[in-house]
C-alpha cells in the first residue's frame, strides 16, 4: 500500500461540529498538536473560522485573534512540519504567511481575486475545496432532503475550482482538490460523489495523489454507517473505515481529526 498522509485538524474555534472549544486555550492547543504529530500527523490543519451549517461568518480580525497566540508557537515547536491554515480571508493568509504556515487550506476554492493573488505568489501547496455559496453565506440544504442523484454537478464544480487554480498560472505540482463532501450537497449527492471516487483521476483528468479527502467526522459518515443520529464524537470508526477504502482506490491525502494511531 502507498504511504499515506494524515492532515490533523486542529480547532481553535468555540463552534465547530465536532469539537468546538476543546482547543480555543493556546497551552491545550499545542499540546494536542505536539499528540497529533506523535501519532505520525505529516502535517497540522489550523482553523479559527467553522464552517458548520449555520455558522455565522467570522470577521478576519477576531479569527487572527485566535490563531496569533498558536501559530508562532507551533512554528517554533516543529519547524519542518506542514502547517496548513484553514481560511478563506487575505488577511488572515498574508498574516499566516508572515509567521511561516506552508499550505493555504480554502474552503471557498480560492474564489476571491485576491486570496488567488496570495496563492500564486505564495508559492506553497495549496487545498482548494468545492463548496457552494449564495450572497456570500455556504449553501447548506437539509442533508436528508432530496438532492440530484448524481454527482456530475460537484464534479463540474470542482473542475471549475481546478481551472480557476491553473488559469491564475498557479503550478498543477502544487494544486490539492477536495471534494467538499457536505458542503452544499445532500445524503444522495455525497454518497453519489463517493461512488464517483474510484474514476475521479479519469471523470477531472486529475491524478488521485492531488486529492485531499475531507470526510472526518461529517454527516456523511454517520449515514454511511447507517446510523444517521450518529454524534460526530463517535464517527471516528466510520471515518476511518471510509479512508481504508478510499487508498485502496489510490487516494493519500486525508484530513482528519483522528488518525490511524486511535482509530
Known amino acids: 500500500m502507498h504511504s499515506l498522509r494524515w492532515l490533523a485538524i486542529l480547532n481553535l474555534t468555540p463552534d465547530s461540529f465536532s469539537d468546538g472549544g476543546l482547543w480555543n486555550d ?8 505536539a499528540a497529533l504529530v506523535a501519532q505520525g500527523a505529516w502535517g497540522l490543519d489550523i482553523g479559527a473560522e467553522s464552517t458548520r451549517p449555520g455558522a ?11 490563531l496569533a ?3 508562532p508557537r507551533l512554528r517554533e515547536t516543529f519547524p519542518d512540519l506542514v502547517l496548513s491554515l484553514d481560511t478563506r480571508h487575505p488577511e488572515v493568509t498574508q498574516r499566516g504567511l508572515d509567521v511561516g504556515i506552508n499550505l493555504i487550506n480554502d474552503v471557498t476554492g480560492f474564489e476571491d481575486p485576491v486570496m488567488l493573488r496570495i496563492a500564486r505568489d505564495a508559492r506553497v501547496p495549496l487545498i482548494a475545496m468545492r463548496s457552494r455559496r449564495r450572497d456570500g453565506q455556504f449553501q447548506m440544504p437539509p442533508y436528508e432532503g ?3 442523484p448524481d454527482a456530475a454537478r460537484a464534479l463540474r464544480e470542482m473542475a ?12 498543477p505540482q502544487r494544486i490539492f482538490l477536495d471534494p467538499g463532501f457536505g458542503f452544499g450537497t445532500t445524503w444522495a449527492e455525497d454518497r ?18 492531488q486529492v485531499c479527502l475531507g470526510i472526518s467526522r461529517k454527516r456523511f459518515t454517520a449515514h454511511m454507517a447507517g446510523n444517521p443520529g450518529l454524534a460526530p464524537l463517535a464517527r471516528d470508526t466510520e471515518t476511518f473505515r471510509l479512508h481504508m477504502i478510499a487508498s485502496e482506490w489510490g487516494f493519500d491525502l486525508f484530513r482528519t481529526h483522528q488518525l490511524k494511531a486511535n482509530a
Open 146 to 148: 432530496d438532492g440530484e
Open 192 to 209: 453519489a460523489l463517493w461512488e464517483a471516487l474510484p474514476t475521479l483521476d479519469q471523470r477531472l483528468s486529475w491524478p488521485k495523489s
Open 69 to 71: 497566540p498558536v501559530l
Open 26 to 33: 493556546p497551552d491545550l492547543a499545542v499540546s494536542h498538536a
Open 56 to 66: 455565522a461568518p467570522l470577521d478576519p480580525e477576531t479569527e487572527w485573534q485566535r
Open 160 to 171: 471549475m475550482v481546478r481551472d480557476r487554480l491553473l488559469d491564475a498560472g498557479i503550478e
